[in-house]
């Protein structure tokens, strides 16, 4: 069973425009939450984190946000560009856990000029 | 240095074969991840090296062997694999993996093919 889900395998975006990805967790124990980008053949690379206690947490053009009480988090990049075209894991930790993350299946992001 | 240098890049080996991944970092970390990564699927988590002493093993099967000689280096032994192995290897580290609010730092991964 999936604790981490990306229900969008993949998101078209204009550049410029605002994306939008998506993500839902179903262990309430899962108390800090990141998001990485991957490129094809490279490993992950951390964008963001956002810790259980917050909403909202903003660094340049992106943000995330979380809703405790949906189970769900999104990241926001504002203005898209090209260069953020790649695969985005949403992946989340558990305060009893240590760093053990569980990651979601992944959205592949295309930034059209 | 935020690196976790993976080598080799790629791997081609059979299943008779033994071969072995490298990683190393140079940032103090105390823990260090192997994960593993099929094509369009998550990364999944193999072991975890806390204070170079095995910490975690997720079950995984016996031809994986990993080896922590040192704060710095995480390696990961490789004998009679089978095709369905293939995959990308990541090895990761934090500064100690008992506590949260932290992010991995991630290598680019050793992409293995099992021939």
């Known amino acids: 069973d999936q604790q981490v889900k990306q229900n969008s395998p993949s998101l078209s975006v204009q550049e410029g425009r605002i994306s939008i990805l998506n993500c839902d967790y179903t262990?309430?124990?899962?108390?800090?939450f990141l998001w990485y980008k991957k490129y094809p053949a490279e490993g992950p690379t951390f964008l963001i984190s956002?810790?259980?206690?917050?909403d909202k947490n903003e660094d340049g053009r992106f943000t995330v946000f979380l809703n405790k009480s949906a189970k769900h988090l999104s990241l926001h990049i504002v203005p898209s560009q090209p260069g953020d075209s790649a695969v985005y894991f949403c992946?989340?930790?558990?305060?009893?856990?240590?760093?053990?993350?569980?990651f979601g299946g992944g959205t592949r992001l295309m930034v059209k000029p | 240095d935020t690196e976790v240098t993976q080598t080799p890049k790629h791997l081609v080996m059979g299943m008779t074969n033994k071969k072995s991944l490298k990683c190393e970092q140079h940032?103090?970390?105390?823990?260090m991840y192997w994960y593993k990564q099929k094509a369009k699927k998550p990364p999944e988590l193999m072991f975890v090296y806390s204070y170079e002493k095995l910490s975690i093993n997720e079950s995984v099967p016996s031809r994986f062997s990993p080896e922590c000689p040192n704060s710095s280096l995480l390696n990961l032994h490789l004998h009679a694999l089978q095709p369905e192995d293939s995959a990308l290897y990541l090895c990761a580290s934090s500064q100690d993996h008992l506590v949260t609010d932290e992010k991995l730092f991630f290598g680019s991964g050793t992409q293995l093919s099992v021939l």
């Open positions: 992946a989340a930790s558990a305060n009893n856990a240590g760093n053990m993350l569980t």
């Open positions: 940032m103090g970390h105390r823990a």
């Open positions: 262990n309430s124990m899962f108390d800090y």
């Open positions: 956002i810790s259980s206690i917050k």
